[in-house]
C-alpha cells in the first residue's frame, strides 16, 4: 500500500489519484513470523521455523555491518553539529572532503533504495501541488539559502530519470500512502470557494475566460492526453485514493454554517536532503537528512528546507487594486449624476471595502494555519533528523530484507518447487489473504538472498525449491548472537 507513481484525473466532479504498489511489506516481522509459524501443523516444525526466522535476520544484519558503519562514519564528518570540528581535526583538503561527501552520499542513497524509498520525481510534486488541502498560501524555498553544488555533482556521477527542478538543491524521498481526513465548520474557506465559482461564472458570460485560459487550456489538455494513456496503462490491482475538496463540493448558503470533512492522501514517510548555503567567511559542510511522517500530497511544501516567509500573492494585490479602482469609478460617476445618491456611494464603497477586508482577514487566517501547520511538523510529524533518521533506515533495511527471505522460504516450503513468477504471485497472495496488505513483492531480491544463504536451489528446468528446516538451520549454523544469549543464560543459571 504504497506509491510509485501517481496521475491525477477527474471523473464526475471526483478527483483520484492512481497509486502504484511499492515493494514495502507494511508488516511487522514479530506478527509475521508468529503467524505464519501458527499456520505450521506440526510443533517441532514450528520451532524450527522460528529458529530459522532468528539465524536469517542475525545473518542478514551482520552482512550489512560493515556497511552501515561506514555509512555512520562519514555522517559524523558532514553531522551540521559537531562535523565541522572532526573535519578539522582529520586536517583533509578540500578535494578530499569533496570525495568523502560524495562517498557518503552514494551508501545513503544504496540506503534509502534498500529501504524502498523512492526520490520523489516531477511528476509526483506536480501531482501533490496540484490541490490544496489545509494550506491555502503560495510557499517557496529562498533558493539563496541553500548548496547547489553538492547534489548536482552527485546526480552529474549518478544519473536517475525524471528528477524534479529543485533537484541541485534538495531531495524529497518518499515511501507509503496513507488518508489524512479533518473535520471543521471551513466557513472562510467555502466563501472564498464559492467567491471563486461566481468570478468564473462571469467570465464564462463575459466570454473572457477562453482570452484568459487560452495558453491553460491547450496546456491542460496536453497533460490529460499525457495521464489518459498512463491511466489505459496501469495495473488492474493499482491502488486509487480520492481526493474530497472544497472545490468539488456543492456549497450554498445553507451549508455554509454545517461541519464537513475533506480528505487528501499522504506520504506516509518523507525524508529531505540538503544543504545550507556557505557563507563568504564560512564553507558550509554540514548535510541534512531530516524524516517525516503522514504529509499531506498538497502540504509538501511544509517539509521544504529554507522556506521564505508568506506574503500577499500578486493576485491579491490586483484584486485590491482592481477592487479600488472599480469602486473609484462607481463613486465618481455616481457624484458626476444629476442627483447623487448618498446610498448608493455608500453601498459601493461598503462594498468594496467589505472585499478589500475579507482579502487581508482571509490571508491572516491562511497565515494563523500555515504556522500551526509548521508547528506541527516540529513537533508531530517530524521522527527525527541526522543520525537518528541513519539509525531508523539502517535497520529498516534488515527487517525488510528479513521479511522478504521468511515470506518466499515459507512459501517454498508449503507449496514446494516454483517458478519465479509463480512464487512472486503467490507471495504477494499470503500478505493479501493472510494479512489483509497490499504489497509488489521484490521476488529478484528475496531468492538473491535465499540463494546466497545456500538454502534454495534451482533444478534443471529453473524451477526453485528449498531445503528442509532442520537442514536449513544447519546450513546457515550457529550464529554469534545465539552463542552470545546461550553464554548469557548459562551465567544467571550459574
Known sequence: MATTETTAKLSKNKDVIRLERESVIPILKPKLTVHLANLIEHSSDRAEFLKLCKRVEYTIRAWYTLQFEDLMQLYSLFDPVHGTQKLQQQNLSADEIDILEQNFLRYLFQVMEKSNFKIATEEEIDVAHSGQYLLNLPITVDDSKLDKKLLKTYFESHPHEDLPDFSDKYIIFRRGIGIDKTTDYFFMEKVDAMIARFWAWILRKTR????????????????????????????DDALYVERIRLENMDLSFRNLSSKITIQEPTFDRIIVIYRRASSRIKAERGIYVKHFKNIPMADLEIVLPEKKNPSLTPMDWVKFLISAAVGLVAVVGSVEMPKADLWVMFAILSTVIGYCAKIYFTFQQNMTTYQNLITQSMYDKQLDSGKGTL????????????????????????????????????????????????????????????????????????RYYCVGLKRANEIIGTTTEELVLKAKQGSLSA
Open 208 to 235: 473572457l475566460e477562453k482570452v484568459l485560459s487560452r495558453r491553460s487550456n491547450s496546456r491542460s489538455k496536453k497533460d490529460s492526453r499525457k495521464d489518459n494513456e498512463i491511466i489505459s496503462e496501469a495495473e
Open 391 to 462: 539509525l531508523h533506515l539502517c535497520d529498516d533495511v534488515i527487517q525488510q530484507e528479513v521479511k522478504e527471505v521468511i515470506i518466499s522460504f515459507f512459501i517454498l516450503m508449503e507449496q514446494g518447487k516454483a517458478t519465479l513468477e509463480d512464487l512472486d504471485q503467490q507471495c504477494e497472495e499470503l500478505i493479501k489473504d493472510e494479512f489483509g496488505e497490499d504489497c509488489n513483492f521484490d521476488v529478484d531480491d528475496a531468492v538473491h538472498k535465499l540463494e546466497k544463504l545456500g538454502i534454495v536451489s534451482r533444478d534443471t528446468i529453473g
